[in-house]
């Protein structure tokens, strides 16, 4: 079973948002890189346990400059056996699927994983368009994957509960929470890490669908107003003539 | 040209953000000088779709194949994009739901057009055509230009708000040919939760409840709040993970988003990673015994006191509300 695993570098889930050059760019002064946690946690660990369990092989892939290599590099500790970086800014969500389906299509994968959604751009996009690119069958977040031969069944989150699903290889699966347990990588891990196979692709030439021309900071929040604990009513009058929420 | 929206239904119903789209959808019609038309999926009665006339559509096409009973985002979005074709409509607009998020991006793809999904707000077309959209978890928005000729908005649900006015819709009837290659996905069971408050991602009013309920037997008391305002329970991550709360009602970055009208939050610290989930709310409540919470910071309305003792007052003035509004 050969999978591949796409995974996104995001900043760290602390980080303090804030822009320059007019609003117009992410400030990355600072900033700290890390694996998308959706990426790393669920759907890499959930690979690589069905790989120690069936046999098989897991690649990551990264649309990305080369300072992202020290994140992919982890990727690789926890336990992926290589890695591709398709060398490219990343784009829109379309230039990165099409980035992703061209790599995929030379590589007869099995199953293509992604996250939900990046918690930088929160597009849950890249997953759809890529499956659509390859004309795959897509399941998204899923919450629990196992696979028997080259069936999978799946568990998903829909609105207001799960469903049970299976799909037949090969095909594209976003994860969610639930599908495993995050790991922490190991020295060995580490180690091995630096030996295993990073290779360096180019973009195939695509254009953008989209431009962001500006970001926004939520207006700051006005002070809070603090209610007596013993006057309960005054918070309800309040929600409701005031906040006009009920 | 005309604005196509994706009008989500559930056992025969529309769905209130199927109506949010529609409202959405007639609103960028308008402001395009043209039409909004409605794309229906399943068995749905006429007078059901003839309905959505008063959230400003013109028409609903229904597409009622018996093989989409199940949801499939393959057949699906071929469905939507055929009658996007049939119709001539250059944009399409969709609740970001759970199937929306499958849908759109297939659809995008499917229609060369670009996507813009977690809209906020209608699109400024003053200079081309502009969404603005939820970053960074809540923390920021981006606005994001469409520069293709074709364009899909995903609506964040409970964001933009359903509008009713009168009028009905032509209801027409479309087939789309489907192969069994456009069903991948073979449904085998779903579960439903109980229960008859809205799912969290659609809710209006939100109760959640974090460690500061020191355990899963002294929920009643928030269950109680809930079922007087009528609202949808959610925790915090911890509670979720010891599993005094089903994993379903986990809100916060690595959990559910939510947007809801109301938040209330009981016993949580408000930590950055839980006010990601929802940061979006319109009005939030901390009810926390420590002063120093950074909840109170992110909060619109703060009690300070002990849980045990405020929930149960906050439960009897909310009932003494209800009676009166009676
Ligand atoms: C990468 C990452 C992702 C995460 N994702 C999430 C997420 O999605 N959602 C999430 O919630 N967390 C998430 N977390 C965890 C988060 O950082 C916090 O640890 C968590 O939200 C704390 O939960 P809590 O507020 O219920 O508990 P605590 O932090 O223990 O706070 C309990 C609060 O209850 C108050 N309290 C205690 N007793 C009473 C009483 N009798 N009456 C009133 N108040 C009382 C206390 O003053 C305190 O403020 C994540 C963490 C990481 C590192
Ligand atoms: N630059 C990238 N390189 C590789 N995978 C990515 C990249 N950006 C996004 N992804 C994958 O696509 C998923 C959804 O991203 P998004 O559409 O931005 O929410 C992520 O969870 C990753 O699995």
Redesign the pocket.
């Known amino acids: 079973m050969k999978f591949l695993v796409c995974i996104s570098v995001v900043p760290d889930?602390t980080t303090k948002i804030s822009f320059v050059d007019g609003d117009t760019k992410f400030n990355t002064d600072k900033v700290q890189w890390i694996l998308n946690?959706y990426d790393e946690w669920y759907a890499l660990v959930r690979a690589i346990e069905l790989k120690e369990a069936n046999g098989g092989s897991v690649t990551v892939i990264n649309v990305g400059g080369a300072d992202n290599e020290q994140v992919i590099r982890k990727a690789l500790a926890i336990g992926a056996d290589d890695a591709i970086r398709v060398d490219a800014e990343p784009g829109d969500p379309f230039y990165v699927a099409s980035q992703i389906a061209n790599a995929a299509k030379s590589g007869s994968y099995d199953v293509v994983m992604f996250g939900k959604e990046t918690i930088s751009y929160n597009g849950s996009n890249v997953g759809g368009m890529t499956a659509e690119l390859l004309g795959l069958p897509f399941v998204s977040y899923a919450s629990k994957l196992e696979m028997a031969a080259s069936t999978a069944t799946i568990e998903r989150e829909i609105e207001g509960g799960k469903e049970i699903v299976e799909v037949n290889t090969p095909f594209v699966c976003s994860a969610a929470k639930g599908m495993a347990e995050a790991r922490i990588p190991n020295m060995m891990g580490i180690m091995n890490a630096k030996k295993k196979p990073l290779n360096v692709v180019a973009p195939v030439s695509v254009s953008n669908h989209t431009t962001i021309v500006k970001y926004e900071l939520p207006p700051a929040k006005s002070a809070c107003k603090m209610i007596n604990p013993d006057n309960m009513d005054e918070l309800v009058q309040l929600l409701h003539n005031e906040a006009k929420v009920i | 040209m005309a604005v196509l929206f994706y009008a989500e239904a559930s056992n025969g119903k529309v769905k209130k953000n199927g109506l949010e789209a529609a409202t959405y959808a007639s609103k960028v019609a308008a402001s395009l000088g043209t039409q909004a038309i409605g794309i229906a999926v399943g068995d749905i009665a006429d007078s059901e779709l003839s309905a959505l006339g008063a959230y400003g559509a013109s028409k609903v096409v229904k597409v009622a194949d018996a093989k989409l009973e199940n949801f499939d985002s393959q057949a699906y979005a071929k469905v939507i994009a055929e009658v996007a074709k049939s119709t001539g409509s250059d944009v399409v607009i969709i609740s970001q739901s759970l199937s929306g998020k499958a849908i759109a991006p297939r659809l995008s793809v499917k229609l060369d057009a670009g996507l813009v999904s977690g809209a906020v707000a209608l699109p400024d077309t003053s200079n081309g055509f502009v969404v603005k959209k939820a970053a960074f978890s809540g923390k920021a928005f981006a606005h994001v230009r469409i520069d293709t000729a074709n364009k899909i908005v995903a609506v964040v649900p409970n964001s933009t708000g359903v509008e009713k006015k009168e009028g009905t819709a032509a209801v027409e009837t479309a087939s789309v040919a489907l192969s069994d290659a456009d069903f991948g996905v073979k449904v085998k069971e779903v579960k439903r939760q109980s229960g008859n408050v809205l799912p969290l991602p659609e809710a209006e009013l939100v109760v959640s409840a974090?460690?500061?309920m020191?355990g899963p037997e002294n929920w009643g008391i928030v269950e109680d709040l809930a079922n007087v305002l009528g609202a949808t329970t959610a925790c915090?991550?911890?509670?979720a993970d010891i599993g005094w709360r089903p994993h379903h009602e986990?809100?916060?970055?690595?959990?559910v988003a939510i947007r809801p009208n109301l938040y209330i939050a009981?016993?949580?610290?408000?930590?950055i990673?839980?006010l990601a989930?929802v940061n979006q709310s319109k009005v939030i409540v901390v009810?926390?015994?420590?002063a120093e919470?950074p909840f109170f910071k992110a909060a619109d309305y703060g009690v300070l006191g002990?849980?045990?003792e405020v929930i149960p007052k906050l439960t009897e003035a909310f009932k003494k509300f209800k009676a009166s509004q009676h």
Not at chain 2, 236 to 239: D, L
Not at chain 2, 266 to 271: D, E, M, R
Request: glycine share 22%; aromatic share 4%; net charge positive.
């Open positions: 889930t946690p | 974090g460690r500061g020191k915090s991550r911890p509670v986990h809100v916060g970055q690595t959990g009981i016993g949580i610290s408000g930590a990673q839980h989930g009810i926390n015994k420590d919470a002990d849980a045990f």
